[in-house]
Structure formats: C-alpha cells, structure tokens
C-alpha cells in the first residue's frame, strides 16, 4: 500500500531530512529542486515537498500519510496528528527574549499591555494567558529579533538555538516555552488503513536517528587487556570478540561507541596495547 510522505522543501529540516531518508535505503527519483513530487525508486513510497508550516495541516487533512516537520509547528498549529517519532535533529527552543536594557528577568515581569512579536501567535497567546498576562500580539513571518530596535513591538517570542542573534540584536532569553526537534507526524485516519507500513517506515527512520551519535569501532588487542577493555568499551550488548588466525595473544574486537566517547575510548585503548584501530560511520542501527 503506498504511503504519501511530506518533506519541508527548504528550510532547516530540508537537507537533514532527506539525508535520512536516503540513509534509511529510501533513495528519491530525479532530484528534489523546485519539484512538488518525487518517487522512490525502491519502494512504495511518494514524496511531497511542502513549506514545513503547512505540512502538519497535510497530515491532518489526510492528503499525505506521514511528514517530517518541527515539534512546535505541531503545537503551533493545535491540529490532531499522530507524533511518531522524535528525530534528534533540528533542535531548538521557543522562547520569550526581550531588550538587555528593558529591566525583565522572568516572564513574569512582562507588562500587561506588551506588545509582543512573533510567528507562533497561538503559543504565544496561550503561554501568557497562563501567567495572566494581557499583552497585544503582532505576527511577523520572519525576523522578529529586529522588531524591539525598530519600535515595532517591546519583546520577542522566536526559535532559538545557539542564542548568537539575540546577542547580536542586544536581546536576552527570559523563558522558554516550549522545547522543539524535527518529528514524524502521521495522520490518524492513515494509521487506521495503513498503520504496518507506516510503522515500518517510522522505525526505518528511526534506526537511522539512533546511530546518528554512535561510530563502530574495530580494533586488534591483547587477550589480557580484555577485562579492562569491557569496562570502558560495554557496546550494545558487550563487545563482539573474534579470535584472529595463528594469534593466541591477540583477539579483534567489534563495538558500538558513543561518539562522545570516541577520543578517549581510542586513547585508551592503545594504552593497552590495541593496534589496527578502524572507526567506521553507521547508516542503521536495527534492534
């Protein structure tokens, strides 16, 4: 049964999107550029390129099954869609940024009667319902850390990630409202017909996510290192040992590391004696 996919056609979720889906074995037909529809040349697949505002209303409606977009466009949107899978990219955050100078260190400092801009109006009104604050909101498309040294509005509510553009603008963060990454959304209608194959596809999506921090790593070393090796090296499930032919002293180990650990897993290994040390990137990690 083919399942109708979504994916932002620009945008910061665009590019890592469709790195993972070609990861998952799922390589799209003819390229991408300024194309509405795409196939997949190995499966019962199609790829819709939308604006990733508009894929969560897609979803919803049905006219695709599945779509990769941003946790807080869902919530921005209120719309009843299936989240299926956090893809640990993309991360962000929505938050509350206001002048260095305009003297508010919480939320709860924020005069009633600001005026606030932003792209996310809905979270925003309901953010400051909830602390019974009445402010005015202007929405904006883009560019909202511009807007308080333009007089256009007293604070922001915006994405931020690194933090640098509201440095650059002489803002600071002062809450934040809600936590984002890019997600898999499914329509409920879609999980009722189709929900196999689109759980099929979610965990191929998923098992790229999950080796997204991880390397393989392989390594020739001495038999008696190999209880201290167990000890900063524990794997999946323990290292895989492998005996090497004409050698009683040497065995080769397989393992998955965190790529975090990497450095100091090396380091240490050759303190112990390793050689023909390999690290190798994963595609997949299927449990």
Aim: net charge negative; glycine share 8%.
């Amino acid at each position: 049964m083919s399942i109708k996919l979504a994916v932002p056609n620009k945008g910061r979720l665009n590019e890592r999107s469709l790195q993972i889906l070609k990861q998952a074995g799922l390589e799209i037909e003819d390229g991408v550029e300024r194309k509405l529809y795409a196939t997949v040349k190995n499966g019962d697949f199609s790829v819709m390129f939308l604006r990733a505002s508009d894929i969560v209303s897609f979803v919803h409606k049905g006219a695709v099954d599945m779509g990769i977009t941003g946790r807080d466009l869902v919530l921005e949107s209120g719309l009843d869609v299936e989240v299926m899978l956090d893809m640990g990219f993309g991360r962000c955050r929505l938050s509350v940024a206001v002048p260095e100078e305009a003297g508010m260190e919480e939320a709860e400092d924020v005069p009633d009667g600001a005026l606030v801009a932003t792209s996310f109006p809905n979270m925003a009104r309901k953010y400051f319902a909830k602390l019974g604050k009445k402010v005015d909101i202007t929405v904006i498309s883009g560019a909202a850390e511009v807007t308080p040294r333009l007089g256009v509005a007293d604070l922001i509510v915006d994405l931020v990630s690194s933090g640098s553009t509201l440095k650059t603008n002489h803002l600071k963060e002062i809450a934040v409202i809600a936590e984002s990454e890019a997600v898999v959304i499914a329509s409920k209608r879609s999980l009722e017909e189709k929900g196999e194959e689109m759980r099929d596809l979610a965990s191929a999506l998923r098992s790229v996510a999950d080796a997204e921090d991880k390397k393989y790593l392989m390594a020739d070393v001495p038999v008696t290192a190999l209880d201290d090796i167990r000890k900063f090296l524990p794997g999946i499930a323990g290292p895989t040992i492998m005996n090497i032919v004409g050698r009683d002293d040497v065995v080769a180990i397989h393992v998955v590391v965190d790529k975090s650990k990497i450095y100091d897993s090396v380091n240490k290994l050759k303190r112990l004696g390793a050689t023909g040390i390999l690290i190798m990137p994963i595609d997949r990690m299927v449990p």
